[in-house]
């Protein structure tokens, strides 16, 4: 359907599109979704109410510069879902190009897209780490460099091309860092352990490839990172529990709640009033 409306607008002109996409929505009992996916370039249709999203191509040998760019412009034409397809071919089991253009689109607040390379990785990230995107919005303007989705003060999302240093600017608060791998074969979740917001920051990537740096507000007894506080947090709980005045070891930081440089019933009170159960 698509690329019928697309052949229409290529040989009859817009006004045919009109008259098509109107005639669709008249005859649309499911309300289901409908856009054109039109030729290389911007989305042509942002304001038309029969256009309930937004589709577009932003070329096969765009940079992943370049489609970031893309992907924050015509997000901001109108409030509608945005899906950005067709930024290369993929020729080969995994291609650095597309997968930074896959994960420029992301990050550009994209809701989606119909290439790539390396996709289940990005599912993985969203799935397995429970990443709100949804409630996030592109913030290049954080980072010293790399492409940024984030809702400031919770969470921020850091794709890196080619590894290195990246400072980024954070909200008060203390934060949960890790690096993610992006690359299929590879299922490395990396700690880069808490940190302290209200300034910027500064992390280096595990190595030269690409990395996605995750950064998520701290939830008080969430030891494993999955967003509630269960028995398999209090399994880590008691492996950093040693009782009063013996210094805490230095990988059970997050368990000592009262910041007394031990963990002890003092903080395993505080662990059980912030217990959620799994969620």
């Not at 280096?204 to 690409?210: F, K, L």
């Amino acid at each position: 359907a698509e690329d019928g409306i697309r052949d229409v607008e290529r040989s009859r002109g817009l006004g045919d599109v009109y008259k098509r996409q109107e005639y669709i929505q008249q005859h649309n009992p499911w309300s289901r979704l409908v856009s054109v996916h039109g030729t290389t370039g911007n989305f042509a249709f942002p304001n038309d109410a029969w256009a309930t999203f937004m589709a577009t191509q932003s070329g096969n040998g765009i940079s992943p510069a370049a489609n970031n760019s893309h992907t924050i412009y015509n997000r901001s034409l109108a409030e509608k879902p945005l899906i950005v397809e067709e930024f290369g071919i993929l020729d080969v089991p995994s291609d650095q190009r597309l997968r930074g253009n896959l994960w420029a689109c992301f990050c550009g607040g994209a809701a989606g897209s119909g290439t790539g390379s390396d996709l289940p990785k990005l599912r993985q990230f969203i799935e397995q780490l429970r990443v709100p995107f949804w409630q996030m919005v592109p913030s290049n303007d954080l980072a010293s460099r790399g492409f940024v989705l984030a809702d400031p003060g919770q969470e921020y999302v850091v794709y890196l091309y080619s590894g290195g240093e990246v400072t980024l600017q954070l909200a008060p608060g203390r934060y949960w860092a890790e690096w993610f791998s992006p690359r299929v074969g590879d299922n490395r979740i990396l700690p880069a352990g808490l940190i302290e917001g209200g300034t910027a920051h500064t992390f280096r990537a595990p190595t030269d490839q690409d990395w996605v740096l995750h950064v998520m507000i701290n939830i008080a007894g969430d030891l494993d990172h999955d967003r509630d506080v269960d028995l398999l947090d209090f399994a880590r709980f008691q492996r950093c529990f040693a009782g009063p005045g013996i210094p805490v070891h230095p990988g059970c930081r997050q368990a000592d709640f009262d910041g007394d440089i031990d963990v002890d019933l003092l903080d395993f009170v505080q662990f059980m009033l912030n217990f959620t159960g799994p969620q």
